[in-house]
């Protein structure tokens, strides 16, 4: 945007800071409509731009000046300060300020204008009084008589002016009596009658003759002035002639040289054929031709140089790729080597374990013959021990009938259950002896290929190898995830049971090891549970999560549909153990974008295991941000401080300070938002200086809740404002925080939102006080957009302290549309407050004039209206129905308000002649009938209509009975009488009735 535009657009809104940085540079221009960034600022009543700018642009006159279009938009305050320096100055009619007020501003202006200006004329010889009559300102009338500027003859003048251009009797008396009592007395004639279609008496002749003297010396001078034209006109004619002489000279030149110039081109077209580049003109006759041409050329050669700059750069790019994929390659390669070393060692732990059978056929059937007894001796022993605990139990504190437990299988998520099941046990055994006897007969049946044996030292039997590969065939128990950890997960587990604990999921591959019940059998001879790996446990080790067959299992740890891992779901569990077991799935996001540590920031209540949850996730999560949606940007700090997780917030301080939502929101501000100030101090260091434009600061989160602690150590974020324009201090002075105000004073007293909003309007509006107090020196007289003053709002919510304070300072500003703090105040009936206003703001009309007793009235507020009624009855609404307050009051039934102004107003007509009882009677207004019936009965309007025709007309009978007696006789101009405004025959015999009994 252009920045002369924006020069003015900001003296327009008041930005002050934008009006200092572009000063030296703009300063004295104007825009279209020939106004200055002064003159902009005073019209829309920015007064610090004003107060600026007053040095440097002050006094510049176009078709107005600034002190004129402040007065014209009754902006006080700015006219105020304008007025020393501008007082003198005029329009090109010679109007001056005071001339402007006196015609369409309050008393206040007349009053300070008064100072600098007096009885000065326009090119029509009118003066500051002739415009008061014009602009029907009886008051402003008589403050300019009063001050004693105005000579004897210009009082009478405007009276005689008056007689021409207004019909108001009351502002002719007034000027008739003071033009007396100065000496020029008006002739007894009766003046009051003259109108511009009466005889004109001698002083009327006098004055026109002194107006028709000064019209002819206009007149000489405009024909001097015609004269003057004349002659200039004849000097340019013959100017005009010289020049035509001197074109046909040069147009004759012209044509040599165009002929020498068509020879130059040709040969130009000749020379860049030659040229090895594409010439899109076919020929050249002109400079313009030839400038073409030389822009295409300078294009192709700008363009064959970037092609050939991004083929270099391609090459670049392709060099660079070729490098990195070649590093790949060697990483790949890396890491390929890594693998088939660690599978050439597992391979061959795994020929080791299948080599370690033993050869000796016979002594491995005799082992499988004593196993199978002794399994069968342990399946009668575990039958009567169920027989036992379902009779009742094993009792507490019985010992284990053998060294060894028996290990159960249980899925982590059943860990919880205090008893397992027996039935399983027992199926399981059963299956267990039925594999073996099968195994046995077809080693005896069959001769097997026998490998070349290989006896690893420290190995277990070849037979117990076998078994744990039968039992790793048979287990419904998917292998872990790491097989290496099982020693240390077989002392973690355990059941609630005396008799028995949960293996760890490497080790247990069946519901109950046949080993162990031939240990619960006292079978010496069977060896006890082996702690070496086998070759499933071996196998499935190296399996990534999602190639395991046991997929089904809860063990597993997997990926649900909505992307939440084992480990998120125990983090919001609270689930420790889990946690730690499932640690490698950390860093990862589910489908809404968060990780494990996110999650527990948001669980609601926060227990002591997701703390320590937190504290191991912690280092591995910390720092990470949600990629995408409404929260990206943020991390587990910002989302525990928006579910005002307090507790997990101060975990995260020292990991996760520092972010910044895409939005702009920190951890700083959410903990001022909710108040916190230990955590919001321990940020400040890290993200005070954190701020997107437009957003709510700390500062001002601090301020609105009253926090002066987090206040004084926000200081450094002072004068930023939000979206529209709010600061931190008119968010403390909407709440009251008088502390908070105190401290933000001197920083951001006189800042004004978009709408021209200030803080003290804000303390004023909620009634404040202290507030209010601390904001008046700097802020008294910054007003709203729509012209509301701090003083009006206070008036309008009756808030008598506030009002009382800014009296001085804001008393007489109206608002835009001219209504003022009294007529609030009386429009609401706030007594108190009106008392305070009335010597002040009294006899003022709005814009659609409106007075303050015609607002009490209409609302009835009686009780104000006693106190308005002095001041300003009779003021009536000439430019619309001609209404006075008592008028108003009667149309709309208030009775109370009525009988206070029938002192004042009665006899009083609106401009079609109608009283207010005419009114009431048309209404139905019984109660301000019955008031009025005696004070205003008889009166007539011009056709000679009267209050008991219109009861009459509207069918009003209880108004009707109260003015038939006064008003029966009375006939209209057409010789009509009330019988003849009858509606209906009801209508006409209740008036026959009136008659009869009367």
């Known amino acids: 945007m252009d920045d002369s535009l924006q020069w003015f657009k900001a003296a327009k809104r008041g930005d002050l800071e934008f009006i200092k940085q572009n000063f030296q540079k703009m300063k004295g221009q104007k825009n279209k409509q020939e106004m200055t960034a002064l003159m902009c600022a005073a019209k829309y009543g920015r007064l610090d731009v004003v107060t600026f700018l007053l040095e440097a642009e002050s006094r510049i006159v176009t078709n107005t000046t600034a002190l004129l279009l402040a ?47 007096g009885n000065e004329n326009d090119v029509y010889w009118k003066t500051a009084l002739e415009y008061a009559i014009l602009g029907s300102k009886q008051r402003n009338l008589q403050v300019l008589i009063e001050s004693d500027k105005f000579t004897p003859k210009q009082i009478q003048t405007a009276y005689y002016y008056s007689l021409t251009v207004t019909n108001d009797m009351e502002m002719r008396s007034y000027l008739k009596t ?109 400079p313009e031709d030839l ?18 700059d991004l083929v270099v750069d391609e090459l670049k790019k392709v060099r660079e790729s070729v490098r990195q994929i070649q590093l790949e390659l060697k990483r790949y ?13 597992l391979f061959t732990q795994l020929q080791r374990n299948i080599l370690g059978k033993r050869s000796d056929k016979d002594r491995l059937s005799m082992e499988y013959e004593q196993r199978v007894k002794s399994l069968e001796a342990a399946l009668d022993l575990a039958r009567k021990t169920i027989d036992e605990l379902r009779a009742g139990g094993v009792p507490g504190g019985q010992k284990s009938m053998c060294d060894k437990e028996v290990y159960v299988w249980l899925p982590i998520q059943q860990r919880q259950l205090t008893r397992p099941s027996i039935e399983p046990i027992v199926t399981s055994l059963m299956q267990s002896v039925r594999s073996i006897s099968s195994r046995t007969s077809r080693n005896r049946n069959t001769t097997p290929h026998k490998p070349q044996q ?61 080993q162990d019940i031939a240990l619960r059998a006292s079978v010496e001879h069977v060896p006890t549970l082996t702690h070496e790996l086998s070759t499933t446990s071996v196998l499935a080790s190296n399996a990534s999560p999602r190639q395991s067959v046991g997929s089904s299992s809860r063990q597993q740890l997997l990926v649900d549909d909505n992307g939440v891992t084992t480990l998120m779901e125990a983090a919001k569990n609270g689930d420790v153990a889990g946690v730690k077991t499932a640690m490698s799935q950390s860093k990862r996001y589910n489908n809404e974008g968060f990780t494990a540590l996110m999650i527990i920031a948001q669980q609601n209540p926060i227990t002591k295991g997701h703390i320590d949850a937190l504290r191991m996730l912690a280092p ?120 908070v105000v105190e401290l933000l004073e001197p920083y951001e007293a006189g800042m004004q939102k978009d709408d021209g909003t200030t803080a003290l309007l804000l303390a004023a509006n909620s009634g404040f006080l202290e507030a209010a107090r601390i904001l008046a020196p700097k802020e008294a007289g ?40 009294l007529m609030y105040a009386s429009q609401k009936g706030h007594v108190e407050t009106v008392q305070l206003l009335l010597d002040y703001e009294a006899g003022r009309m709005s814009e659609d004039q409106w007075t303050a007793l015609m607002y ?143």
């Open 178 to 286: 003071e033009a007396g009592n100065r000496g020029a007395p008006i002739s007894q004639t009766n003046s009051a009658s003259v109108s511009l279609s009466a005889s004109i008496n001698d002083e009327c002749v006098e004055m026109i003759n002194n107006d028709l003297d000064r019209i002819l010396t206009v007149n000489r001078e405009q024909e001097q002035t015609i004269q003057k034209l004349q002659e200039k006109i004849a000097y340019f004619e013959e100017q005009e002639d010289r020049l035509k002489s001197t074109i046909a000279d040069e147009y004759t030149r012209q044509q040599a040289t165009d002929c020498t110039i068509s020879s130059i081109f040709k040969q130009i077209q000749l020379e860049l054929s030659k040229l090895p580049f594409t010439i899109t003109s076919t020929s050249i006759d002109s």
């Open 856 to 998: 009490a009235a209409l609302n009835n507020q009686s009780e104000v209206v006693k106190l308005l009624a002095p001041k300003e009855a009779r003021m009536r609404r000439d430019k619309y129905t001609g209404a006075t307050a008592m008028i108003i009051a009667a149309e709309h039934g208030a009775a109370e308000s009525v009988a206070v102004l029938a002192d004042y107003e009665a006899k009083c007509v609106d401009k079609v002649g109608c009283t207010a009882l005419m009114v009431a009677a048309q209404r139905g207004q019984t109660a301000v009938v019955r008031i009025l019936c005696d004070k205003e009965s008889g009166v007539q309007t011009p056709e000679g209509i009267t209050a008991l025709m219109l009861a009459i007309q509207y069918s009003h009978r209880d108004c009707i009975e109260l003015l038939y007696k006064q008003e029966c006789n009375l006939r209209a101009t057409d010789g009509s009488n009330c019988t003849h405004y009858c509606v209906s025959t009801d209508d006409l015999q209740f008036l026959q009735s009136l008659a009869q009994s009367s």
């Open 782 to 821: 910054l007003l709203h957009l729509k012209g509301h003053s701090a003083l009006l709002l206070a008036a309008r919510s009756n808030y008598y302290e506030i009002v009382k304070l800014l009296l001085s300072k804001e008393a007489g500003i109206p608002a835009r549309n001219t209504v003022t703090a």
């Open 291 to 308: 400038f073409k041409v030389i822009i295409s050329l300078v294009e192709q050669s700008t363009a064959r140089s970037i092609a050939y």
């Open 454 to 514: 290989i006896q690893v030292p420290g190995a277990p039997p070849t037979w117990e190898l076998d078994q744990k590969s039968l039992r790793a065939t048979r287990a419904s128990a998917p292998t872990g995830r790491d097989s290496l950890s099982g020693e240390k997960e077989r002392q973690d587990v355990s059941i609630h049971s005396p008799h028995f604990v949960v293996a760890s999921r490497v080790q247990t591959q069946s519901p109950i090891s046949p």
């Open 620 to 739: 591995l999560e910390g720092g990470m941000t949600v990629q995408s949606g409404k929260q990206s940007g943020a991390t587990a700090l910002i989302l525990a401080l928006e579910a005002k997780n307090f507790s997990v917030a101060e975990e995260l301080l020292d990991i996760e300070a520092g972010h910044q939502r895409e939005n702009g929101i920190t951890a700083l501000i959410l903990a001022t938002f909710h108040n916190n100030e230990g955590i919001a101090t321990r940020l400040i260091e890290t993200e005070g200086k954190l701020l997107k434009q437009g957003i709510q600061t700390p500062l001002m989160n601090a301020a609105s809740h009253g926090n002066v602690g987090l206040v004084k150590k926000l200081l450094f974020q002072a004068k930023r404002v939000k979206q529209g324009g709010w600061t931190a201090l008119m968010m403390a002075a909407q709440k009251g925080h008088a502390s």
């Open 333 to 345: 390669s890396d890491a390929l080597s890594e693998s088939f070393k660690e599978g050439t060692i």
């Open 71 to 117: 007065v014209q938009a009754q902006n006080y305050s700015v006219a105020k300060c304008l007025a020393p320096l501008e007082y003198d100055l005029t329009t090109s009619d010679g109007r001056t300020a005071l001339m402007l007020a006196a015609s369409d501003c309050d008393t206040v202006f007349i009053t300070m204008l008064l100072t600098y200006l």
